[in-house]
């Protein structure tokens, strides 16, 4: 299989993730819903994923959300990559066509479950990525966790079988490093039973190599180092900010604030 | 019960590549010809209960019809939030096959007892739970199931029950019972000359119930429930209209069906004069019981009219 690439200019992408994150902060404080900590943290490294994906490649995949509280950054990305701009518009609106605020699969044809209980993600992911290889297609998934959800016991019992099974599935994590309890080696313990690769999502190059990953046959565990409003200053890595909702004098000054970190 | 199922599973996977089935540690040897044969579609994916009711939805989004069979506290207990979510919420089909509900497991104890699996079923929604009384009623009944590939339950009893042995009783077609799936058959006395007394039977361990023997002598017809979805409520709320008194045997946690049912009824304007339910006291019955001195020692009656 072709590597993928990711040819969108840095300076271009910062404008991108700068435009996406000026969105989520607009539309959780307009909605009074959302989880604003984990939408931007994921969104740093989702967005060029998807971009390049979509975009650049017109690539075949499958992807679920298993940190289904995310919705609003990954409904944000749909939206700005017009790919389907109806799941962001009525987040959380009091519309029957609204999108409640975990994601749903009618929000995107490549999204296999409706998902936001903790845990749930990674086993369907294994179920589907199981179908293609009987099928001998093996069609990659990609499967995005938080690093709370780690805790999560059928993370553990799936990776018995995922790497067994030789399964065509991507797991990125979103490491963002808000858990509150006291695991927060738990990346250690991962590394020292399967292989990953360790990348910071302010990196351009550790994104590409990311990408690049996504290609290749089997099963690859991709953490993502990232902070919660990393691209806000002052605001960054504080745990009322996970599904806190700015009100519009915080809004105001987020959005002075906001500063893209990416480096080369 | 358990092994015809089986066989019959067995026999399936020959016809149908679009079946595969998951064993959670469970049925390896009865299987052991069909995983030989078929690597890739009968699975035994281990004691990880919650993580094999999710790699199933998967299974079915990449339009699949998974088959998992296990014991019923650890698929429906433990995995509950996955059948809620992953499979009925997601609408990914699947039939779960469960041995060891209520209490065939009795003398293992608590951790082994589930005589509340429909209940919780119900109350999620699930539209089809079947406990077939006899073995070729469970293989029409799985028959069924996987020509439709439906979201389908079926507990597999250790007892079984051929209502038609009983002499005194013969069978009446029912109109509403023409479709398919059968939900439920009734028999009439061929003494009665009256609709005084019926008696209802849910699933083959009714007859393990203090007094249900006497109960259906006395009786003027018998009705006996397969398959609950939601036309068995409406079929079956109507027969109960027409009789003076009903007794419902319901060898497990009755409360959803209690729910559906008197919902129903009162929506009659006729109702019958008094309407009983017989059902096993809910308790953790920590000793090493015999299932039938559980069902015998331990019913209790609910007056519901």
Same mark, same amino acid.
């Given at each position: ?30 909605? @009074? ?44 990305? #749909? ?17 029957? &066509? ?12 490549? !999204?296999?479950? &409706? &998902? ?76 020292? !039973? ?43 890595? @504080? ?10 004098? /915080? ?14 | ?9 067995? /026999? ?5 590549? @679009? ?156 109109? &509403? ?23 209802? #039977? ?104």
């Amino acid at each position: 299989m072709k590597e993928l690439g990711l040819n969108i200019s840095k300076k271009r992408m910062k404008e991108l993730l700068y435009e996406n994150t000026i969105n989520i902060l607009k539309k959780a404080t307009e909605v @009074k819903a959302g989880h604003i900590g984990g939408s931007l943290s994921m969104s740093q490294f989702l967005l060029p994923i998807i971009y390049s994906l979509e975009i650049e490649n017109k690539f075949n995949y499958r992807i679920l959300l298993s940190k289904g509280h995310a919705s609003l950054g990954f409904y944000s990305i #749909l939206n700005l990559l017009k790919i389907n701009e109806k799941p962001f518009e009525n987040y959380c609106t009091k519309k029957s &066509s609204s999108f409640h605020g975990h994601t749903c699969k009618k929000s995107f044809n490549k !999204l296999i479950a &409706s &998902s936001g209980s903790l845990g749930h993600g990674l086993p369907i992911a294994m179920g589907f990525a199981y179908t293609e290889k009987i099928r001998n297609r093996n069609i990659p998934i990609i499967c995005i966790l938080g690093d709370g959800e780690l805790q999560e016991g059928t993370l553990w019992e799936s990776l018995l079988h995922i790497f067994n099974m030789n399964l065509n599935i991507k797991i990125l994590i979103d490491f963002n490093n808000s858990i509150e309890t006291n695991t927060s080696k738990i990346d250690e313990g991962i590394k020292n !039973l399967v292989k990953t690769s360790d990348y910071s999502a302010h990196s351009y190059k550790d994104i590409k190599k990311a990408i690049n990953l996504i290609t290749s046959q089997g099963p690859e565990i991709i953490i993502f180092r990232t902070t919660k409003l990393a691209n806000v200053n002052s605001y960054e890595s @504080k745990p009322q900010w996970h599904a806190g909702i700015p009100n519009l004098d /915080e809004l105001n000054d987020m959005l002075k604030k906001v500063h893209i970190r990416l480096e080369d | 019960m358990r092994n015809t199922l089986l066989k019959s599973i067995s /026999e399936k996977i020959n016809l149908d590549n @679009k079946l595969i089935v998951l064993l959670g540690d469970l049925g390896v040897f009865q299987m052991k010809d069909a995983m030989k044969k078929y690597p890739s579609r009968v699975l035994n994916f281990g004691v990880m209960e919650q993580t094999m009711i999710g790699f199933s939805a998967g299974l079915a989004s990449g339009n699949y019809y998974p088959i998992i069979y296990s014991i019923t506290p650890f698929l429906v207990d433990r995995a509950y939030e996955q059948i809620k979510l992953d499979l009925i919420y997601n609408k990914n089909n699947a039939l779960i096959l469960s041995a060891g509900a209520s209490y065939d497991y009795s003398t293992l104890g608590p951790t082994h007892h589930c005589p509340h699996d429909i209940t919780n079923l119900l109350s999620i929604n699930h539209p089809l739970i079947s406990h077939p009384f006899t073995k070729i009623e469970s293989v029409n009944i799985l028959n069924l199931i996987l020509q439709n590939k439906e979201q389908a339950y079926i507990r597999i009893s250790s007892s079984e029950l051929d209502i038609s042995k009983y002499s005194k009783l013969e069978k009446v077609e029912l109109k &509403s019972q023409k479709a398919n799936l059968i939900n439920l058959e009734k028999f009439i006395s061929k003494n009665s000359l009256s609709n005084d007394k019926l008696v209802i #039977l849910f699933g083959p361990d009714s007859i393990l119930l203090k007094d249900c023997v006497e109960h259906i002598k006395d009786s003027d017809a018998v009705i006996t429930v397969s398959v609950i979805n939601k036309k068995m409520f409406k079929d079956l709320s109507e027969e109960i209209n027409k009789f003076k008194r009903v007794l419902i045997i319901i060898p497990y946690e009755p409360s959803q069906i209690i729910f559906k049912l008197v919902s129903r009824i009162n929506t009659f304007k006729n109702k019958p004069n008094s309407i009983l339910v017989l059902h096993p006291k809910p308790d953790f019955y920590d000793s090493s019981y015999e299932k039938i001195d559980i069902f015998r020692k331990y019913t209790e009656e609910t007056k519901i009219i």
